[in-house]
């Protein structure tokens, strides 16, 4: 009960109590209570000396091993110390387990000074495990059979095992490298053996020690590499492997096979193996499995990189012994393709595309060898996960992406579940990566292939979902997006356009047919399955716009005017359902269809706006064309509609008008205002909590407008300006981050907007300035917005700099109450101190004035002048005693983003470390 207790206390002090302690109180308290852990070690030692009850044995070493990472490093290795006594206990099954904690937490330890020692430790390890017959051999080694036959103690064991070698390896594998005797490559044996192990957790745990030792292998040689002839000379396999300490040729090797053979699912593989062993297609994302994944396909690509024939061989054999049938399974041949897929660029191009065409060949044999719908689901989903990740491989080989695409338009036919989704995902990145070949002559071809995928492509979607449809015209569209001219074998050349036109002819007839049957029978158009209809036909225009931007301009033309009616003739149905049964009519279901509807025509508009450019659609033909036919219904539709009813759409169509049109819509400002701001406002300041989505896209157009149409601003209603200015400051005290964030940016570039405009800057500062300043004071010290300090610093410095360089040439006081010959930068200081000190009364007139006073020093910088705030913010009572770090979040997220730049330099100069859609490529 004693050693209960004290390992209750060192729970409690040293898990529970270290978030809650800075690094100092940690340090003092573990100096403060060395003399109290001798009296404790003094107690385990008697114990595990002079006792021999099992209960009490057990419970005593795991009592040590809670206080060893406070023990100093000299006590472990001592003749006779608490280390050697623990090791006696290591073979007795009775007690290893808990031995093994001790020696675990010890060999994750790291110093240089007790090299010596850290070696003995494994030593000693490893002798006892040979003592106690425990094999590191492939043919002798008993810890799988030990795992799986054994009890509940021997699978802790196996466990415990794989976190000492794991932690023990990552901290002093070059310690064991640098010795003469082969006590490295035995303990990386062990680390094999155990990676072997089928349990889940286990091989999670060796995986990331893998993962760390192939990284550090592949640094060190290529270290070597480019002093002896290089980098250009990396990738050649030989010289790779001479810079390898030989010890790792074989355990290298071993490696790949696992990592081979156990690959874990990559997020693009959408068919499955359930429960029952039922082929299905994947219903929810595997996250641990997709973690795996990630550290399993780093650690081979670093794996595949010190010797790619090595890894050539490997997977050509599995392969083989798929097709020949005697390793066929499911499994076998998912974890071989998937690893396959994994290795994409890690290779020189000529190998790689020596081993893919074999890959390829194979995998298409088997799929017309094997019989069963199971079987061609299985086969087929690897074939499209395989050819996905090697665009460069199809870019080079017109043949084979030919033959590639055919065969995903076959599977578009495969109703097995999860297939035609993965054909219209692997043909969407297809497209993505070689969209040029689609659109340019290919050897042997008479015309580009797109040329063809229109005139079948009724035949290819004819048995897809509507969802599947969508990604099907988005990869054709990806293609049509690149503006490389298609020229025919005659020399003909055939416009973008006229492609289009073909591309859109099916959906078109269904949209026609849909209004004629409207014309006669309006009942029709609320029908739910016409509006099913209607909604994926323009998901469908919008997905075509977000992938070919203005060159959609055509199709647009051709159901414009459809648009608008439709729009109109919606709106005004919902606006009768509510006039006649009251706002619950919003949740009914036909009229949320109706809504939905609405929402896509909507959506569609802004997207094209977003999208819009020269050639076909430059900005002042949009404005003066496109926008005015469009504002007009949209515009009355949000603003007569009831606060539940109006869709946060419409904000995000107005505030992209702004942002992309600029200028050339500066005179429709004033109507935007009348038609959305003070409505909006109202159903967005009742409080913090409801229209969350409005809230953020009205922010967005006032950004948008202050941004890019300054000027218009100052044209509408003084009133509509003096809400504007309160609804910037009532986002900057919002308490939701991301608003009051915004808020604050939103202010910045409004004051620096008046700053540069002088026939506005004076009335506005005298105005809004003071107002201005007491409102960010207020917000920077109420302690709900400290991640906001960045922006509190920049704007008051701002503010106050202009007071102090008089650019504020107006009173910001009544020249009545005040004396003869009073400044502005005298009253700012008065009236601001005095602010302060009644907000906080433990401060003295002297701190504040040296805060107030610094703040109006015009030879602070920006750092200086945060640092400024800082001091003042620390001193005061309420900031004092909570967690500040917000103060310096600017600092921390500079240190991240470095860390992650300096990721990415790293991984990049890896071969095959990032996958091809992370790489940006010239198509």
Same mark, same amino acid.
Request: aromatic share 8%; glycine share 4%.
């Given at each position: 009960?004693?050693?209960?207790?004290?390992?209750?206390?060192?729970?409690?002090?040293?898990?529970?109590?270290?978030?809650?302690?800075?690094?100092?109180?940690?340090?003092?308290?573990?100096?403060?209570?060395?003399?109290?852990?001798?009296?404790?070690?003094?107690?385990?030692?008697?114990?595990?000396?002079?006792?021999?009850?099992?209960?009490?044995?057990?419970?005593?070493?795991?009592?040590?091993?809670?206080?060893?990472?406070?023990?100093?490093?000299?006590?472990?290795?001592?003749?006779?110390? &608490? $280390?050697?006594? =623990? @090791?006696?206990?290591?073979?007795?099954?009775?007690?290893?387990? %808990? #031995?093994?904690? +001790?020696?675990?937490?010890?060999?994750?330890?790291?110093?240089?000074?007790?090299?010596?020692?850290?070696?003995? &430790? $494994?030593?000693? =390890? @490893?002798?006892?495990?040979?003592?106690?017959?425990?094999?590191? %051999? #492939?043919?002798? +080694?008993?810890?799988?059979?030990?795992?799986?036959?054994?009890?509940?103690?021997?699978?802790?064991?196996?466990?415990?095992?794989?976190?000492?070698?794991?932690?023990?390896?990552?901290?002093?594998?070059?310690?064991?490298?640098?010795?003469?005797?082969?006590?490295?490559?035995?303990?990386?044996?062990?680390?094999?053996?155990?990676?072997?192990?089928?349990?889940?957790?286990?091989?999670?745990?060796?995986?990331?020690?893998?993962?760390?030792?192939?990284?550090?292998?592949?640094?060190?040689?290529?270290?070597?590499?480019?002093?002896?002839?290089?980098?250009?000379?990396?990738?050649?396999?030989?010289?790779?492997?001479?810079?390898?300490?030989?010890?790792?040729?074989?355990?290298?090797?071993?490696?790949?096979?696992?990592?081979?053979?156990?690959?874990?699912?990559?997020?693009?593989?959408?068919?499955?193996?359930?429960?029952?062993?039922?082929?299905?297609?994947?219903?929810?994302?595997?996250?641990?499995?997709?973690?795996?994944?990630?550290?399993?396909?780093?650690?081979?690509?670093?794996?595949?990189?010190?010797?790619?024939?090595?890894?050539?061989?490997?997977?050509?054999?599995?392969?083989?012994?798929?097709?020949?049938?005697?390793?066929?399974?499911?499994?076998?041949?998912?974890?071989?393709?998937?690893?396959?897929?994994?290795?994409?660029?890690?290779?020189?191009?000529?190998?790689?595309?020596?081993?893919?065409?074999?890959?390829?060949?194979?995998?298409?044999?088997?799929?017309?060898?094997?019989?069963?719908?199971?079987?061609?689901?299985?086969?087929?989903?690897?074939?499209?996960?395989?050819?996905?990740?090697?665009?460069?491989?199809?870019?080079?080989?017109?043949?084979?992406?030919?033959?590639?695409?055919?065969?995903?338009?076959?599977?578009?036919?495969?109703?097995?579940?999860?297939?035609?989704?993965?054909?219209?995902?692997?043909?969407?990145?297809?497209?993505?990566?070689?969209?040029?070949?689609?659109?340019?002559?290919?050897?042997?071809?008479?015309?580009?292939?797109?040329?063809?995928?229109?005139?079948?492509?009724?035949?290819?979607?004819?048995?897809?979902?509507?969802?599947?449809?969508?990604?099907?015209?988005?990869?054709?569209?990806?293609?049509?997006?690149?503006?490389?001219?298609?020229?025919?074998?005659?020399?003909?050349?055939?416009?973008?356009?006229?492609?289009?036109?073909?591309?859109?002819?099916?959906?078109?007839?269904?949209?026609?047919?849909?209004?004629?049957?409207?014309?006669?029978?309006?009942?029709?158009?609320?029908?739910?399955?016409?509006?099913?209809?209607?909604?994926?036909?323009?998901?469908?225009?919008?997905?075509?716009?977000?992938?070919?931007?203005?060159?959609?301009?055509?199709?647009?033309?051709?159901?414009?005017?459809?648009?608008?009616?439709?729009?109109?003739?919606?709106?005004?149905?919902?606006?009768?359902?509510?006039?006649?049964?009251?706002?619950?009519?919003?949740?009914?279901?036909?009229?949320?269809?109706?809504?939905?509807?609405?929402?896509?025509?909507?959506?569609?508009?802004?997207?094209?706006?977003?999208?819009?450019?020269?050639?076909?659609?430059?900005?002042?033909?949009?404005?003066?064309?496109?926008?005015?036919?469009?504002?007009?219904?949209?515009?009355?539709?949000?603003?007569?509609?009831?606060?539940?009813?109006?869709?946060?759409?419409?904000?995000?169509?107005?505030?992209?008008?702004?942002?992309?049109?600029?200028?050339?819509?500066?005179?429709?400002?004033?109507?935007?205002?009348?038609?959305?701001?003070?409505?909006?406002?109202?159903?967005?300041?009742?409080?913090?909590?409801?229209?969350?989505?409005?809230?953020?896209?009205?922010y967005q157009f006032i950004r948008a407008i202050i941004k890019n149409c300054f000027v218009s601003l100052f044209n509408i209603p003084p009133k509509q300006q003096k809400l504007t200015v309160d609804a910037i400051v009532w986002a900057i005290k919002h308490t939701e981050r991301n608003i009051s964030e915004m808020g604050l940016e939103i202010l910045y570039e409004l004051l620096q907007n008046v700053s540069r405009t002088p026939n506005i800057a004076q009335g506005f500062y005298q105005q809004y300035l003071l107002s201005l300043i007491q409102d960010i004071l207020s917000v920077m010290t109420d302690r709900l917005h400290k991640s906001g300090f960045k922006m509190h610093a920049t704007l008051l410095r701002h503010m106050f700099h202009l007071i102090q360089m008089n650019q504020v040439t107006v009173p910001l006081f009544d020249p009545s109450t005040q004396a003869a010959g009073q400044t502005n930068p005298a009253f700012v200081r008065e009236h601001v101190s005095s602010m302060l000190m009644a907000g906080f009364q433990t401060l003295t007139r002297s701190e504040v004035t040296t805060f107030v006073e610094g703040m109006f020093d015009l030879k602070m910088d920006l750092p200086t002048f945060k640092t400024h705030l800082r001091d003042f913010l620390i001193q005061v009572k309420e900031f004092s005693s909570e967690d500040n770090s917000g103060l310096f979040q600017e600092e921390a997220d500079m240190k991240e983003k470095?860390?992650?730049?300096?990721?990415?330099?790293?991984?990049?100069?890896?071969?095959?470390?990032?996958?091809?859609?992370?790489?940006?490529?010239?198509?």
């Amino acid at each position: 009960n004693n050693m209960r207790i004290l390992m209750l206390l060192s729970e409690e002090v040293f898990d529970f109590g270290k978030d809650k302690m800075t690094t100092k109180k940690v340090l003092e308290l573990k100096n403060s209570l060395n003399t109290e852990f001798t009296q404790i070690f003094q107690l385990c030692e008697f114990v595990l000396q002079h006792s021999g009850q099992v209960t009490l044995l057990r419970v005593t070493l795991q009592t040590l091993q809670r206080f060893l990472t406070w023990i100093p490093l000299d006590s472990y290795f001592k003749p006779n110390s &608490l $280390m050697a006594l =623990v @090791l006696r206990f290591f073979p007795d099954p009775n007690y290893r387990n %808990e #031995a093994l904690d +001790c020696i675990a937490e010890i060999g994750s330890l790291n110093s240089n000074e007790h090299n010596a020692s850290f070696l003995k &430790l $494994m030593e000693n =390890v @490893l002798t006892q495990l040979h003592t106690t017959g425990i094999s590191c %051999e #492939a043919d002798t +080694c008993n810890l799988t059979n030990l795992f799986l036959h054994h009890s509940e103690r021997e699978e802790q064991f196996v466990h415990k095992l794989a976190l000492f070698f794991t932690g023990y390896l990552k901290q002093h594998l070059t310690l064991l490298e640098n010795e003469a005797s082969p006590i490295a490559a035995v303990a990386l044996k062990y680390l094999l053996r155990i990676s072997e192990v089928p349990d889940q957790e286990i091989f999670k745990i060796t995986v990331e020690c893998w993962h760390i030792l192939s990284q550090d292998l592949f640094t060190k040689s290529k270290t070597s590499t480019n002093n002896n002839g290089g980098i250009l000379s990396f990738n050649r396999t030989n010289n790779a492997m001479h810079a390898l300490n030989p010890i790792y040729i074989n355990i290298l090797h071993v490696l790949r096979i696992i990592l081979i053979g156990n690959m874990s699912k990559p997020e693009e593989v959408l068919v499955v193996t359930d429960e029952d062993n039922n082929v299905v297609r994947e219903s929810t994302k595997d996250t641990e499995q997709l973690a795996l994944y990630k550290t399993m396909r780093e650690c081979l690509v670093y794996c595949t990189n010190l010797d790619y024939d090595d890894t050539e061989r490997i997977m050509l054999g599995k392969l083989q012994k798929q097709v020949d049938g005697s390793e066929w399974s499911w499994n076998n041949l998912n974890t071989l393709c998937w690893a396959i897929g994994s290795i994409s660029g890690a290779m020189d191009e000529d190998p790689e595309k020596r081993f893919l065409v074999t890959v390829i060949k194979d995998l298409l044999g088997l799929c017309e060898m094997k019989r069963g719908k199971d079987n061609k689901a299985i086969i087929a989903s690897n074939i499209m996960y395989v050819v996905g990740q090697y665009p460069r491989f199809l870019r080079a080989h017109w043949k084979f992406l030919k033959t590639v695409v055919n065969k995903l338009f076959e599977f578009m036919h495969e109703s097995h579940p999860g297939v035609q989704d993965m054909a219209c995902d692997t043909f969407l990145k297809i497209a993505t990566k070689c969209k040029r070949k689609f659109v340019t002559i290919q050897v042997d071809e008479t015309r580009p292939f797109i040329c063809e995928l229109v005139e079948s492509l009724n035949e290819v979607v004819n048995d897809l979902q509507p969802h599947q449809v969508n990604a099907f015209y988005e990869a054709v569209g990806t293609m049509l997006s690149d503006r490389t001219p298609i020229i025919v074998a005659n020399g003909n050349r055939i416009e973008h356009a006229q492609i289009l036109n073909q591309l859109m002819s099916s959906p078109n007839a269904s949209w026609k047919r849909i209004l004629t049957i409207g014309s006669s029978n309006p009942a029709q158009m609320t029908d739910s399955s016409t509006l099913r209809e209607m909604i994926q036909i323009l998901k469908l225009n919008t997905r075509m716009v977000l992938t070919i931007g203005s060159m959609y301009t055509s199709q647009l033309e051709t159901i414009f005017q459809d648009l608008l009616n439709l729009h109109r003739h919606y709106s005004e149905y919902i606006i009768q359902a509510v006039a006649s049964q009251g706002p619950i009519a919003t949740q009914m279901s036909t009229v949320r269809m109706v809504r939905s509807t609405k929402k896509e025509i909507v959506r569609l508009l802004t997207a094209y706006i977003d999208l819009s450019g020269p050639p076909e659609a430059d900005a002042p033909t949009v404005a003066s064309g496109i926008l005015p036919p469009i504002l007009e219904p949209v515009l009355l539709d949000y603003n007569k509609s009831i606060a539940n009813a109006r869709d946060m759409e419409v904000l995000q169509f107005v505030g992209k008008v702004v942002s992309k049109l600029k200028s050339n819509v500066s005179e429709v400002i004033p109507k935007l205002f009348e038609h959305v701001f003070e409505s909006t406002l109202e159903m967005i300041t009742t409080n913090h909590e409801d229209f969350p989505e409005h809230r953020i896209h009205f922010y967005q157009f006032i950004r948008a407008i202050i941004k890019n149409c300054f000027v218009s601003l100052f044209n509408i209603p003084p009133k509509q300006q003096k809400l504007t200015v309160d609804a910037i400051v009532w986002a900057i005290k919002h308490t939701e981050r991301n608003i009051s964030e915004m808020g604050l940016e939103i202010l910045y570039e409004l004051l620096q907007n008046v700053s540069r405009t002088p026939n506005i800057a004076q009335g506005f500062y005298q105005q809004y300035l003071l107002s201005l300043i007491q409102d960010i004071l207020s917000v920077m010290t109420d302690r709900l917005h400290k991640s906001g300090f960045k922006m509190h610093a920049t704007l008051l410095r701002h503010m106050f700099h202009l007071i102090q360089m008089n650019q504020v040439t107006v009173p910001l006081f009544d020249p009545s109450t005040q004396a003869a010959g009073q400044t502005n930068p005298a009253f700012v200081r008065e009236h601001v101190s005095s602010m302060l000190m009644a907000g906080f009364q433990t401060l003295t007139r002297s701190e504040v004035t040296t805060f107030v006073e610094g703040m109006f020093d015009l030879k602070m910088d920006l750092p200086t002048f945060k640092t400024h705030l800082r001091d003042f913010l620390i001193q005061v009572k309420e900031f004092s005693s909570e967690d500040n770090s917000g103060l310096f979040q600017e600092e921390a997220d500079m240190k991240e983003k470095e860390k992650r730049d300096a990721m990415l330099r790293e991984r990049s100069a890896v071969p095959g470390i990032l996958k091809p859609s992370e790489i940006d490529e010239d198509l």
